[in-house]
C-alpha cells in the first residue's frame, strides 16, 4: 500500500492569545489578529536535512517553504510559483576579496528585485500566495496601502495583474524622493496611484479610516504591510540560502532593520535549525530595540526621520514578535544591536568605498558600520554577512554627496524612465477616496 505522507499543518496564534489558531490562510488574508495582535506560528517545522546541498536560491527557498505551505499548496506547484516570484538573483559579494581587512566580511544583495529592495521578496510570494487563497474562495480584494517609502512600490509591483486582487496606492505629494516618486507612478495593471494633497500621516489615516467604512467592504479592503505574516516567511528563506551559498556554518548575520520584519524572518530561519551565531540589528539613530537589548524596561519613542529613511521606525512592530518567539533572556544572548547616526553611516559608506570600492546605499551602510562595531566590542572575526537591503541607485543625492561620483546605474530604474505613468491627485478626504473607489 502506498503511505500517504502527513501534511504538516502549521498554526498561527495572535501574540496577544485573544481567538482560537489559525490557518497560513486566514492569518494571511487578515494581516492582523482580531485582537489587535500579531500572528506567530505555534511550531516552527524543521529544515530538511538535505537543504545544503541544494544549488539555486529557488530550491532552497521552496524546500524551506514546503512544510509551510503544503496545506494549502501542492508540492508540484509551489516549485513554480517560488520561481516566479523569485525570478532575481540573491548574490553574495565577498568584501574580503576585496581587501584583507574586510576578511569574513560578505554583503547579501537583496536588491536585484524589479523595485530594487528585499521587499521585493516577500511582497512577490505574499502577493502569490493572496492571489491563490482569494480564487480558490472565489473572492476579490482591494489591497491599500500608504507608502512613503519602499513598500509602496514594491507591494504594487509584486500584486499587479495578480487575478481578483486591485492595488491602491496613496503617497504624500511631495513627500517621497525622486526615484522613489518614478517607482510609484509607473503604469500597472490593476493598480490605482493617488497623489495626495498632504502627509505621509493623511495617506496613513484615510487608508485606516477605508478599511472601517462600511460602504467600502464592498471593494474587499485588505492590507499587505510588513507585519503580514506572508512577507515574512518567504524573508527566512534568503538567511538559509546566504549560508548555502557561502558554503559557512554559523555565521553572524547583520540585518539594518526598522520595523524588525527582516530580522524576524532570520529569526524564524534559526529556529527552524539554521545554526546562527548570532544576529546583529543594525539601527540608525531610532533606536528602541538596541536599547531593549540594553535594557528591558526601555521606553518607546516616537521615530526621528535619517538617510536612512525606510528604517526610521519609533515603535518597532514585529518586537512583539520576537518577544513571542524566544524568551527575553534568549533574545539578549542572541542578539546585539546598535545605533547608527547618520554621520557614522555617511562616514562608513566612505571608508568601505575607500577600502574596497564597494558602493553600499544608506541602509546598508548602516549595517557595515554595526558589523566593525560588533566585531571591536565582541573580539569575534567570524564570517559575518551583512544584508544589503537597496540597490543605491535609489539614493543618487546622498551617494553622489558622499562618494563624489554618481551611483551605480540600475537598468530596471532607467526602464522606467520611459514606461507610461498613471497617477491622480487626491484632495485628503475619506469622501473624495469613496467617490474614486467606487465609481469602478
Ligand atoms: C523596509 C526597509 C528596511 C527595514 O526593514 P524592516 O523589516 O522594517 O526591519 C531596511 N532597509 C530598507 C532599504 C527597507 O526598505
Known amino acids: 500500500m502506498p503511505s500517504t505522507a502527513a501534511v504538516t499543518t502549521i498554526r498561527y496564534k495572535s501574540t496577544r492569545n485573544g481567538g482560537p489558531p489559525v490557518s497560513l490562510r486566514e492569518a494571511l488574508l487578515r494581516g492582523l489578529a482580531p485582537d489587535g495582535g500579531l500572528y506567530v506560528p505555534t511550531d516552527i517545522p524543521p529544515l530538511e536535512s538535505g537543504y545544503r546541498t541544494l544549488e539555486s536560491l529557488q530550491e532552497v527557498a521552496t524546500a524551506m517553504l514546503r512544510p509551510w505551505l503544503e496545506e494549502h499548496v501542492e508540492p508540484s506547484e509551489l516549485g513554480p510559483l517560488i520561481a516566479d516570484a523569485l525570478s532575481f538573483p540573491i548574490p553574495l559579494v565577498d568584501l574580503g576579496a576585496r581587501n584583507p581587512t574586510y576578511s569574513g566580511v560578505y554583503v547579501l544583495e537583496l ?19 493572496m492571489g ?3 480564487r480558490e ?12 517609502g519602499d513598500t509602496g512600490s ?9 487575478e481578483g486582487i486591485e492595488v491602491v496606492l496613496l503617497y504624500p505629494k511631495g513627500g517621497v524622493s525622486e526615484v522613489q516618486e518614478r517607482q510609484l507612478v509607473v503604469e500597472r495593471p490593476a493598480v490605482r496611484t493617488y497623489a495626495v494633497e498632504g502627509t505621509f500621516d493623511d495617506c496613513q489615516r484615510l487608508v485606516k479610516q477605508a478599511f472601517l467604512d462600511p460602504e ?12 503580514n505574516i506572508g512577507r515574512l516567511l518567504p524573508q527566512a528563506a534568503y538567511y538559509v540560502w546566504a549560508e548555502v551559498a557561502s558554503g559557512l556554518r554559523e555565521v553572524v548575520f547583520c540585518t539594518p532593520s526598522g520595523n524588525l520584519g527582516n530580522l524576524t524572518g532570520g529569526l524564524i530561519a534559526h529556529l527552524a535549525g539554521l545554526p546562527v551565531a548570532r544576529f546583529v540589528a543594525a ?27 525606510a528604517m526610521d521606525v519609533g515603535r518597532p512592530s514585529n518586537y512583539e514578535r520576537i518577544r513571542a518567539l524566544i524568551p527575553g533572556k534568549r533574545m539578549r544572548e542572541l542578539f546585539w544591536g546598535t545605533s547608527v547616526d547618520d554621520p557614522a553611516t555617511l562616514a562608513r559608506m566612505r571608508t568601505v568605498y575607500d577600502e574596497t ?12 558600520e554595526a558589523v566593525h562595531r560588533y566585531r571591536e566590542a565582541t573580539g569575534d572575526e567570524g564570517p559575518v554577512i551583512v544584508l544589503s537591503t537597496a540597490h543605491p541607485a535609489k539614493f543618487p543625492a546622498t551617494v553622489w554627496e558622499t562618494l563624489g561620483q554618481p551611483a551605480p546605474r540600475s537598468d530596471r530604474l532607467e526602464r522606467l524612465r520611459d514606461r507610461p505613468k498613471r497617477v491622480e491627485p487626491l484632495t485628503p478626504s475619506l469622501d473624495a477616496l469613496k467617490a474614486r473607489l467606487l465609481q469602478a
Not at 474562495?137 to 512613503?148: I, Q
Not at 514594491?154 to 495578480?162: I, K, L, R, S
Open 132 to 134: 491563490r487563497f482569494l
Open 283 to 309: 539601527h540608525n539613530a531610532n533606536d528602541y530595540f538596541p536599547d531593549v537589548l540594553r535594557r528591558p524596561d526601555a521606553a518607546e519613542r516616537d521615530s526621528v526621520s535619517t538617510r536612512s529613511n
Open 111 to 129: 536588491f536585484h528585485g524589479p523595485t530594487l529592495s528585499f521587499k521585493d521578496v516577500g511582497a512577490r510570494v505574499m502577493a502569490r500566495l
Open 357 to 368: 570600492g564597494y558602493v553600499a546605499d544608506p541602509h546598508t551602510a548602516v549595517g557595515l
Open 137 to 148: 474562495e472565489g473572492r476579490s480584494a482591494t489591497v491599500l496601502v500608504a507608502t512613503s
Open 216 to 227: 467600502l467592504q464592498r471593494i474587499g479592503p485588505t492590507s499587505a504591510n510588513s507585519i
Open 154 to 162: 514594491a507591494v504594487a509591483d509584486g500584486f499587479a495583474g495578480q
